[in-house]
């Protein structure tokens, strides 16, 4: 039973050394749900942050030249383990601010439990629930992705606008998919479209052969497709036209992956897929900046989230320096200073010319990867949208959405 | 030199000692039955032979080789077979699969011994394709000491060949079990129809508590009045009930 | 009509035979080895991975690289076997359950390490079906993966009913005991039991991979219909398992099938719940199963 | 300064997770300890618990059923009632049949309650969950209202702990472990069996909704996630493997200790590299697997080894098998 204690002791010794800010060392926590149901998402959505730090700390760092250290914490997906992944992050590390975690529920029960009490500023990537915008969170909560409110709003537009009366919908039943689907449902009627069928769907079923047949039944023109590109989507696209149930499909940004492409291959998708995702300004010049820094660091910036990852990070690097220290309680003022809207524009890679603004003590306004960050009164943005298409290349192309 | 020795053997299952010195022996061509009430030790002392309980003090010997608790697989190849009470056959195999699975530790070709069983019994000839699961009762009893004797043992060891079945096949199963003796299998055979058994038996053993109580030839055995009292129903009829 | 046979029983089918294949493995470890083995799931996990990183690297179709994926996986599955499990053969079986229940997450997570957990492909594309007299549509992979499951089980029922090594397991699904006194060398048939199920998880793995794609958490979402199956057959009973497995298949497909109007008979995300239900009325009304296996 | 009371209210945290998972093990332990039945759907009993107290205590809301606004004490006692009926059901069907058949049950229980909390949006808020719930003493000025929750999850315990403990002495306890040694004597000397298997496998759920309905007051949150078999089932069965099967304050033990080591972990593997410190939350589900295979095998009876003079245990092993 010794090597127990000994395991133990020696955990903790090593946590007591290492513990509290060295020199020079700014600390952001970073939770995700590395392990868990999305794990392959959060993958992308980590590096994105790392990314946005390494931008941060190659232009100059933060403040006097400290390093911004992003401090990794499991939520798994799980509000217990977020729980523990933040107090660990809040007490022990004693960061600054927390960017993340990636699901809505940890980031409800994260909060809730945690940050709100002890007034540390949180920052997520990817939580999308509308109920995190009603929490009474003192000004701490804010999020870089839109409510599922927005999304589900422009999707129905986009959809109506492209002449289609009736869809059929279904989504995976998650905390993101669900939610989103129903603002889809209900603002796609308020235009006078007719949704054929809206049927949940469980993740991970090896086929969706029988759902898909039912939901051909009434003649929908396209699929209104709500789901993560891994656990169903991508099933659900190749079951569709193997048995030719639907060609059109209308997606979320849960779909954006290039993976899509890889599986069910470029021709197949051609003129019959369209993927929206959150943007920013009409050039989308924030993007490509993105796109470009997360290839060269050999990743694939098409993945859902992976762009809000790295925004958080920058934003939470902007909102440091704008406060001036390293101190938690200015975060969540100073965040609502360099989000915009008024300001100079400051793209994802601009880390030089943010630092010098705000040394200047001028106003910053930060044109996300993913989207604008202006927050509105909940913490949340609002957000334009752009769409994806597959591109002449075999790639996905993206353009604003008007 | 005899085939089977036990001698003053102690043990039992966990910390319960049932076997208390019991000692029996089996000379080569013999039939050898013991007898006693419920729960004397006859089945376990059977069993102490083929390893399926740890013996705390004497010994097992097998033609003179020492196999006190040799696990059962590997007395089984030493040339030791061994009938259980109840679960003797595999009933979802075949007659015939079944009694290949008799000769599982043979190396050599088992055909001409798989001929030999079904003269020995010949309805299982007729029903060797059929599940032996749909067997009637003595016809299963046929199965599994067919299963047994395809290894052409040193010794058959027979747990209440009879048990549970109807008069008739009693009288049937013990004209098999002298069939298969005097092609010269020596027998262990323990049993609850005393009267039966003991009149077939060469040599008996009564067990009383785990000890030796009685030990004569058959006949002896019978006529003896004190065993006639205690296992022979004062010398009337064998009761039905053998359980 | 020819919606419910291309929609409905034909997804069914196919998916029933993957679960087949996995409750052999179920069936006989449960019967010979005497527990449920939790990690049976996982097995069919890595021997995808396995398949996938030999696509990586030869390039082959993944039915090609399959048995060598298979090998992988029944060496996986014999050093678990000798290293978690045959140290506790002779402690009460429950503890192999407990032991099982803890391989089943160490396995994933070594998958998860080693492979990432980023989503893979063995078959990327995607393939038309051939309209067959004017409405059956039969995809050709889903023929192949018919084909090959069809393959395997007369590989399986050729050993049993055959060999002497699968007499020998069936004797032991029997009756261990008794397997024993016979002289039957039952650790023989114990690694008999792992290479066959190991191997035939791995097959139904690459078959799932190849109609869907490669994912960490796969095995284990089709743990309990496997378990369900091989309930449903009767432990113990190869064959049912085989039965127990399309049923199931059948089952969870044809539970949306709107036989009333136009709406699902049953709300699609029930559908994993189907084989959990049937498995609780087997257990309530005949818990030896529809081919009378074995009851502990 | 600021260090240490961050040190301090980690702690709190520590101390209040491994006191609800202590409460967890203590549920477990009457079963797999006291009655030797395998639950592998802990996470399920756990979930109806943590949703039975949030649903009547919530204040009203759109999202799901509820506005009861009940007092904390009804959320917990309703949480145990329901989930013992659940398990009175389960255990019905499965009881008599072999421990591994309970196995495959709460597993499939888990799995079927986790699909219902997600398909009945009307009644949980589907996959969103349940948030805002109320959370005892959350009023009182930080740190006093963590000190405050920690206390009520300390009260839980002690109070699970004396109850358990009375009833592992009592006569009822001696013939549950007389039933787990050796069922068949156990029977012949007219015990009900499976009424007593009954009676352990229903007060274990129940304890283990209590532990749900504490976590979800802590958590102020519960979604489907909480049947996640990890965290709330293997876990778990960890804690009590390690702690000490079938002794009460083993099981007490195990939970501190492996939420202390699975929690602090973390700090450690947070300090590897990015790439690595992703990576390493897979070796840390694994050792922890591996620690419990490890005690299975070298050290079946857990750091403190169930305490029963009056039994032999030696031969336990051959007697069971022989009962088989």
Avoid at chain 1, 146 to 158: E, L, P, T, V
Avoid at chain 4, 4 to 10: A, C, E, H, R
Avoid at chain 4, 183 to 191: H, L, V
Avoid at chain 4, 219 to 245: C, E, H, Q, R, Y
Wanted: charge should be neutral; proline fraction near 4%; hydrophobic fraction near 45%.
């Amino acid at each position: 039973m010794n090597f127990l204690k000994k395991m133990a002791i020696t955990a903790s010794a090593i946590a007591m050394l290492s513990v509290g800010a060295q020199a020079g060392e700014i600390k952001v926590g970073s939770a995700g749900g590395v392990t868990g149901p999305i794990a392959e998402l959060v993958a992308a959505i980590v590096k994105g942050r790392q990314i946005a730090t390494e931008h941060v700390n190659s232009n100059g760092g933060l403040l006097k030249g400290d390093t911004m250290k992003l401090v990794i914490a499991d939520s798994a997906c799980d509000p217990k383990a977020a729980v523990d992944a933040g107090n660990k992050l809040v007490n022990v590390e004693q960061v600054v601010g927390i960017i993340g975690p990636s699901c809505s529920g940890a980031t409800n029960g994260m909060v809730s439990s945690v940050t709100i009490p002890a007034g540390v500023t949180v920052l997520s990537d990817s939580a999308t629930a509308p109920s995190i915008s009603e929490l009474k969170d003192k000004d701490t909560v804010f999020r870089a992705s839109a409510s599922d409110a927005y999304q589900g709003k422009a999707i129905a537009d986009m959809v109506w606008k492209a002449g289609k009366k009736k869809v059929a919908v279904t989504y995976s039943n998650d905390d993101y998919n669900a939610g989103i689907a129903n603002v889809f449902v209900k603002e796609f009627k308020a235009l006078g479209g007719e949704v054929t069928g809206n049927q949940a769907h469980e993740p991970n079923k090896a086929s969706y052969r029988s759902e898909l047949s039912t939901l051909a039944q009434g003649g929908p023109e396209a699929l209104a497709l709500f789901a993560y590109y891994g656990s169903s989507g991508i099933t659900i696209v190749k079951n569709s036209l193997e048995n030719g149930l639907f060609g059109k499909f209308y997606a979320a940004d849960g779909m954006f992956d290039k993976s899509v492409i890889g599986q069910i291959g470029a021709d197949n998708l051609k003129d019959n897929i369209w993927i929206t995702q959150a943007a920013s300004d009409t050039e989308d010049a924030s993007y490509k900046n993105f796109a470009e820094a997360f290839k060269a660091a050999g990743g694939d910036p098409e993945a859902p989230y992976a762009a809000h990852g790295y925004d958080v990070a920058f934003l939470m690097a902007l909102a440091i320096e704008k406060a001036g220290a390293a101190d938690r309680t200015k975060i969540s003022a100073a965040l609502r200073e360099v989000a915009g809207p008024e300001g100079e524009v400051v793209r994802p890679g601009e880390w030089a010319k943010a630092k010098k603004l705000i040394a200047d003590g001028k106003k910053v306004n930060y044109q996300g990867a993913a989207g604008v960050n202006d927050f509105d009164a909940n913490g949340d943005v609002t957000g334009l949208f752009s769409v994806n298409v597959v591109g002449d290349d075999g790639n996905w192309s993206r353009s604003m959405l008007k | 030199m005899s085939v089977i020795e036990l001698q003053s053997v102690y043990g039992g299952y966990g910390d319960t000692e049932i076997l208390h010195g019991v000692s029996l022996k089996v000379d080569p061509g013999e039939i050898v039955v013991v007898i006693g009430p419920n729960g004397a030790g006859k089945s376990t002392a059977m069993k102490s032979v083929f390893g399926l309980l740890s013996l705390t003090k004497g010994q097992v010997l097998l033609d003179g080789e020492d196999i006190t608790n040799t696990p059962p697989e590997k007395v089984v190849r030493k040339g030791v077979c061994y009938v259980p009470q109840t679960e003797n056959i595999f009933p979802s195999l075949t007659v015939e699969e079944n009694l290949e699975m008799g000769a599982y530790v043979r190396e050599d070709d088992f055909k001409p011994r798989l001929n030999e069983i079904y003269e020995l019994f010949p309805p299982l000839a007729e029903k060797r394709k059929q599940s032996a699961g749909t067997l009637s009762g003595g016809q299963r009893q046929m199965v599994a000491m067919g299963k047994a004797l395809m290894l052409e043992p040193r010794i058959l060891l027979l747990d209440e060949p009879t048990a549970g079945l109807s008069p008739k096949f009693r009288g049937e199963i013990f004209s098999i079990v002298k069939k298969i003796n005097s092609i010269g299998t020596p027998i262990l055979m323990v049993e609850q129809n005393a009267k039966q058994a003991l009149s077939i038996a060469d040599h008996g053993y009564v067990l009383v508590d785990g000890q030796n109580k009685f030990f004569g030839s058959g006949q002896d055995l019978l006529d003896d009045p004190e065993v006639a009292e205690m296992f022979l129903g004062g010398g009337k009829a064998v009761p039905e009930a053998s359980v | 009509m020819a919606d419910f046979i291309n929609f409905y029983f034909i997804p069914g089918l196919l998916l029933g035979s993957i679960y087949a294949l996995g409750a052999i493995g179920i069936t006989m470890t449960f019967v010979i080895l005497r527990f449920a083995n939790f990690a049976h799931g996982e097995s069919m996990t890595l021997g995808v991975y396995f398949a996938w990183s030999l696509v990586q690297i030869t390039g082959w179709h993944p039915l090609v690289v399959m048995p060598i994926a298979m090998i992988l996986t029944v060496l996986y599955a014999l050093s678990i076997d000798r290293l978690f499990y045959k140290p506790l053969r002779n402690a009460p079986v429950v503890m192999l359950v407990v032991a099982s229940f803890g391989l089943m997450l160490m396995t994933r997570s070594v998958i998860q390490f080693f492979w990432g957990v980023q989503l893979k492909s063995v078959l990327p594309g995607i393939q038309k079906p051939i309209l067959v007299m004017d409405y059956l549509r039969i995809s050709p992979k889903h023929m192949m993966i018919m084909a090959s499951a069809l393959v395997l089980m007369f590989a399986v029922h050729y050993l049993l009913t055959y060999t002497k090594i699968g007499k020998a397991m069936r004797a032991m699904s029997d009756s261990p005991e008794l397997a024993k006194l016979t002289g039957i060398d039952t650790e023989k048939v114990v690694v008999a039991t792992w290479v066959v199920g190991a191997a035939l998880a791995c097959a139904a793995g690459v078959f799932l991979a190849i109609d869907t794609h490669v994912e960490t958490r796969m095995g284990f979402k089709l743990l309990l219909p496997m378990f369900a199956a091989a309930i449903l057959g009767g432990v113990g009973r190869p064959y049912g398992a085989l039965v127990g497995g399309l049923i199931i298949g059948l089952a969870e497909e044809i539970s949306s099938y709107p036989f009333i109007g136009t709406e699902p008979l049953l709300n699609p995300g029930y559908k994993a719940g189907v084989a959990f239900a049937i498995m609780i009325g087997i257990l309530i009304w005949r818990p030896s199963g529809l081919f009378k296996g074995k009851v502990f | 300064m600021d260090a240490l009371y961050g040190y301090m209210l980690y702690g709190i945290s520590l101390a209040t997770m491994g006191g609800i998972y202590a409460v967890l093990t203590l549920g477990l332990n009457v079963q797999w300890g006291f009655a030797g039945l395998f639950n592998a759907g802990i996470a399920g009993f756990f979930g109806i618990g943590a949703y039975t107290t949030a649903i009547l205590t919530t204040s009203a809301t759109h999202r799901h059923i509820g506005g009861f606004e009940m007092p904390y004490i009804v959320g917990f006692l309703a949480a145990m009632l329901i989930c013992g009926v659940i398990a009175y059901l389960v255990g019905k069907v499965c009881l008599r049949l072999r421990s591994d058949y309970l196995a495959i049950a709460t597993i499939g229980i888990a799995e079927i309650f986790r699909l219902i909390l997600k398909n009945e949006t009307w009644a949980t808020n589907g996959p969103r969950g349940v948030s805002e719930i109320p959370k005892p003493f959350e009023h009182w000025p930080e740190p006093w209202n963590q000190f405050g929750f920690l206390l009520l999850v300390l009260v839980v315990v002690a109070i699970v702990y004396v109850l358990v403990e009375v009833a592992r002495k009592s006569p009822w306890g001696r013939v549950m472990t007389a039933i787990r040694e050796n069922e068949p004597s156990a029977k012949a000397a007219g015990k009900n069996v499976e009424n007593f298997r009954m009676e352990g496998f229903v007060i274990g759920c129940m304890i283990m909704a209590l532990a749900g309905a504490l976590m979800a007051h802590y958590l102020k949150f519960v979604d489907p996630n909480a049947t996640d078999p990890l965290l709330a089932t293997f876990l778990v069965w960890v804690m009590l493997i390690v702690g000490g099967s079938a002794n009460n304050k083993g099981a007490i033990l195990g939970a501190f200790l492996m939420w202390v080591v699975w929690s602090a972990t973390e700090i450690v593997t947070s300090r590897l590299p990015d790439e690595l410190a992703i990576r390493a939350a897979y070796i840390r589900i694994f050792l922890i697997g591996l620690m419990l295979q490890i005690f299975l095998q070298k050290f079946p009876q857990g750091i403190l080894p169930e305490k029963r003079p009056d039994v032999a245990k030696s031969n336990g092993n051959a007697e069971t098998k022989m009962a088989d």
